[in-house]
Nanobody, 114 residues
Framework: QVQLVESGGGLVQPGGSLRLSCVVS????????MGWYRQAPGKQREMVAA??????TYAESVKGRFTISGDNAKNTVYLQMNSLKPEDTAVYYC?????????WGQGTQVTVSS
């Protein structure tokens, strides 16, 4: 059973940075398409960034500000978030996807506010 544990969320001022971590256990993240999603209050969950092999994909709203990466030795996927805006406020979730398998973490809260 694959388990995902996110961390790194918190309160940050507009223009600030955070780095989210998603530690993967039970398998190797390289075997999956890994993604970061977010859900703001009253809104649907949306994909923020994804990585599969060496390919990355970003939502238009975060391009140029967020970077997804993976560390094979730590079996961890990161989301570096720079130039944060109040509209980035949400619960951020890590996802591992392969064929019919899909796993989610518990989420980590990111709040961007002055």
């Amino acid at each position: 059973q694959v388990q995902l544990v996110e961390s790194g969320g918190g309160l940050v001022q507009p223009g600030g940075s955070l780095r989210l971590s998603c530690v993967v256990s039970g398998s190797t993240f390289r075997f999956y398409d890994m993604g970061w999603y977010r859900q703001a209050p009253g809104k649907q969950r949306e994909m923020v960034a994804a990585i599969g092999g060496t390919s990355t994909t970003y939502a238009e709203s975060v391009k140029g500000r967020f970077t997804i990466s993976g560390d094979n030795a730590k079996n961890t996927v990161y989301l570096q978030m720079n130039s944060l805006k109040p509209e980035d406020t949400a619960v951020y979730y890590c996802n591992a996807l392969r064929l019919k398998e899909s796993y989610w973490g518990q989420g980590t809260q990111v709040t961007v506010s002055s």
